[in-house]
């Protein structure tokens, strides 16, 4: 079962939107409600990413009976130091941003946080593609 | 202690009354309701009993199942506990000792404030609180309508809800054991009568989901009460000292009381069932970071806003707070040692859930995700689901039908005249 999205990039008031359109579906599938937690948190997480760095995106869902696969496509500026990124705390977000409560630098190591597999594929100038696995089971 | 059903709701529908528009249809929080043959229909399963329907039923035809007064004549000694909403019902008064005191002419023999459980749980929620014992963001349990909210659409927050027993279940076991101690009667003697300003606290009592056992006999729809002392209370003479709540307690009727109580300063006050669900949804986000307290109740004001309550909650809470100020800020609590905890979290009820097997639950998803890109997306509700979603849901469960849709049986008829007209069908005569 796929469910396909794009982001509308630099709009904040929709960011958050399509996780709890997400959100609502797994519910219905009836899955673990320890699964749907993590799939919002990262899912809302990866989202305001994709707003705030990459001008939006396109977001892909596959629900199978063992595992929810979320891949997060954006053409953006791409992740120069992967490994800074990964810290907590650390951000490239403008001060703009910042003040609107986000920036904080917890977005990618909560997303992996709340994943049982992630793995990153970042090209300067490109963009950036991120596949997450939460296993149901 | 009173036998209870599992889904008993004080919610109901007055048949007679309904005209089957489709206005609490689309106002239930839960999408318990829908209009089948003309009449609207609650699902029990999912119905939270917040009274909304009630409010909003342009016709009347939904109500809240109460006890009468008759029902005071089952014990030896009665106790009116009284929520503090009540309080602010009079426009007469604002002396609580008279508003209290009117209570005895309704053949109550003594009165209780459910203040003074408020008060104690508020102690006991700051202490908890300071010692880091609770999930923070930390959940009110004061409301059951969100209690059962969480309970059936936000699994993840139940154990965000305060380990706490609501304040009229406190009150009501420490009132009956003071009255065992003053008559000298058994415990089942005594009736402890809630005046309610919700359907929710009636359910809560008389259901087998909320609390395990209840110390409350039965419960009274507090304009029922006000509709008996409107008129009596103000020639009422002889005044008794009755009232011994603090401002604290009473200021739980209305919102930003309790979590003005919580002893942090990073408290929230959610009022409206609507307000409550798109915070409940961040919180299962993880967006509330800098939050310690909710406090989230169903009415529109709290429960001064009540579907029970006579006056209108603007007013009730000018009372409530002009009320407060002459009140000492914590008064006779409970002192008896009767536990805080309450008997367990609300269990999840996944009533959104489409089918046991997570295989089928995906193929009807899909279905619907089908069906939903063939109806129109108006949201109309006019066949008898509150959304499309909804009736795509209620066609992959079975319950209804494409052509339920009066714009999708419309589409059809005009494909039907247009396919007639163009191979030249002759249709039978009407004669």
């Not at chain 2, 959940?139 to 059936?152: Q, Y």
């Not at chain 2, 129109?376 to 008898?384: E, M, R, T, V």
């Not at chain 2, 052509?403 to 039907?416: A, S």
Request: net charge negative; with cysteine; glycine share 8%.
């Amino acid at each position: 079962m796929v469910f396909h999205y794009d982001v509308d990039g630099n709009d904040f008031t929709l960011a958050g939107e399509i996780s709890s359109k997400v959100k609502k579906r797994l519910k219905q599938l009836g899955l673990p409600p320890e699964v749907i937690r993590k799939v919002s948190i990262a899912m809302y997480e990866a989202e305001i990413n994709m707003v705030i760095h990459a001008n939006g995106g396109a977001i892909d869902v596959e629900v199978t009976p063992q595992a929810v696969h979320i891949t997060f496509a954006d053409q953006g500026p791409g992740i120069p130091d992967l490994e800074k990124a990964m810290q907590e705390g650390f951000s490239t977000a403008s001060n703009e941003v910042r003040e609107l409560g986000f920036g904080a630098g917890m977005g990618l190591p909560n997303i992996k946080k709340n994943s049982d597999n992630m793995t990153i594929d970042t090209k300067v100038g490109e963009g950036t593609t991120i596949k997450l696995v939460i296993n149901i089971a | 202690m009173m036998t209870k059903e599992p889904y008993w709701h004080s919610v109901r529908l007055e048949r007679d009354f309904c005209k089957g528009c489709t206005t609490c249809l689309k106002q239930c929080p839960t999408q318990a309701i829908r209009v089948q043959n003309g009449k609207a229909k609650i699902l029990k399963e999912r119905c939270i009993d917040c009274g909304e329907c009630i409010r909003v039923c342009p016709y009347h035809a939904k109500k809240a199942v109460t006890d009468g007064f008759d029902k005071l004549s089952d014990y030896t000694y009665t106790i009116a506990l009284v929520a503090p909403a009540f309080l602010g019902q009079f426009s007469k008064t604002e002396d609580c000792d008279l508003i209290l005191t009117s209570l005895l002419y309704l053949g109550f023999d003594d009165v209780y404030e459910v203040a003074r459980g408020a008060q104690e749980i508020s102690k006991e929620t700051r202490e908890l609180l300071k010692g880091g014992e609770l999930m923070t963001p930390c959940i009110s349990s004061a409301c059951p309508a969100v209690s059962r909210l969480i309970a059936v659409r936000f699994p993840n927050l139940i154990h965000h809800i305060i380990p706490l027993r609501s304040p009229m279940e406190l009150s009501a076991e420490a009132a009956r054991r003071e009255a065992v101690e003053k008559t000298g009667l058994k415990p089942e003697e005594i009736g402890v009568f809630f005046i309610s300003p919700c359907a929710a606290k009636a359910t809560a009592v008389k259901d087998g989901v909320t609390v395990k056992e209840t110390h409350v006999s039965g419960v009274i729809a507090m304009k029922d009460v006000y509709l008996r002392l409107a008129q009596k209370i103000s020639t009422i003479q002889e005044v008794k000292h009755l009232s011994s709540a603090g401002s604290i307690g009473t200021l739980w009727a209305t919102s930003g009381g309790e979590a003005s109580a919580s002893g942090t300063k990073r408290w929230i006050s959610v009022d409206g069932i609507d307000n409550v669900i798109r915070v409940l949804e961040d919180m299962e986000d993880d967006k509330l970071t800098d939050i310690e307290y909710v406090e989230a109740l169903a009415c529109p004001g709290g429960c001064v806003g009540g579907p029970l309550t006579a006056e209108n909650n603007f007013v009730a809470r000018s009372r409530i707070n002009r009320i407060c100020e002459t009140l000492p800020e914590e008064c006779g609590g409970i002192h008896q040692e009767i536990p805080r905890a309450w008997d367990g979290a609300p269990v999840y009820r996944p009533v959104m859930k489409l089918n046991e097997n997570l295989e089928t639950a995906m193929q009807m998803a899909m279905e619907m995700e089908d069906i939903l890109e063939r109806l129109p997306g108006l949201d109309c509700g006019s066949c008898g689901s509150p959304n499309c979603r909804t009736l795509a849901e209620d066609i992959v469960r079975g319950y209804a039908e494409e052509t339920d849709c009066i714009f999708v049986t419309r589409e059809r008829l005009r494909e039907l005249l247009r396919h007639v007209s163009e191979h030249h069908i002759e249709l039978p005569n009407q004669d």
